[in-house]
């Protein structure tokens, strides 16, 4: 694990294997807001490097090993420590991969330019509109935290976030009570109290790159296909995948064949060049 300071005690934990081929390309993973770049290693980050591709998988300020000293988390800032990482890694071929909101941040840095434009995008979960529904759960998350932590987030939202089968098993993880609060000062409840913050109105007309959108069929919680099939149609170059037995965590639930179809969109990339 490598770190990026940021000034201060302040910094970003990060990993970084470039691609073993000229041809591949580095996947930059964006978080969650209560993500783990742990999430993208594994059978996910083992394909993606057995195909000579590379990755830099990094967590936001306030999740794991990333020091923070600030007391409120914005979009902007997020998408700053994003670019500063980028400047200092200069990945090979950057395909910004996003997962739910982490997506949203893809988005943002490779529209500031530069430095953070990319080659592609992979959107997992992210196309949505920010309406009444979607607003009380992005408000609900720091109010469930602040009465029982993290459990009890996960106990109310697995079954609506994960598909049905890693419900069977996985259940026994889960609803064992003896819930603790969230301190208001952990960077954990600060990225879920920025989470309502956030403006979703991305100018998706200008993702003028490749775009690979995944879409896990059996997330309760954040997919309306109307709002997808809208948002997809402003794409000027989309690739839509839909997966039947996913949710919305696709890469902890099917990592195989979201590495899969990573490989496959990174070839087709190589193709156009």
Known sequence: MLQLSLGNTDSIAYDHTPPSTANGVTFVFFNALTGDKSMWNGAIGERLLAAGHGLLAWNLRGQADSAFSIDTFTQKQIADDALALLE?????????????????????????????????????????KI???????????????????????????????????????????????????LEEDTGTFKLMACGSTMDWDIPYEKLDVPVLNITGLQDRVFLDLDDVGELLARLPQVRDERIADAGHLIPAERPEEFAELLVDFAASLKSAR
Not at 114 to 121: D, I, K, N, V
């Open 88 to 128: 200092e890694v200069q990945p090979q071929r950057p395909v910004h991969v996003g997962l739910s909101i982490g997506g949203l941040f893809a988005g943002d840095v490779h529209l500031a330019g530069s430095t953070g434009r990319a080659e592609a995008l992979v959107f997992i979960n992210t196309l949505r």
């Open 131 to 181: 309406g009444p529904r979607i607003a009380w759960i992005n408000d609900a998350l720091p109010v469930i935290a602040k009465l029982g932590g993290g459990d009890l987030v996960r106990d109310l939202y697995g079954p609506l976030l994960f598909n049905e089968e890693w419900q069977r098993q996985n259940r026994e993880q889960f609803l064992k009570g003896g819930y603790l609060p």
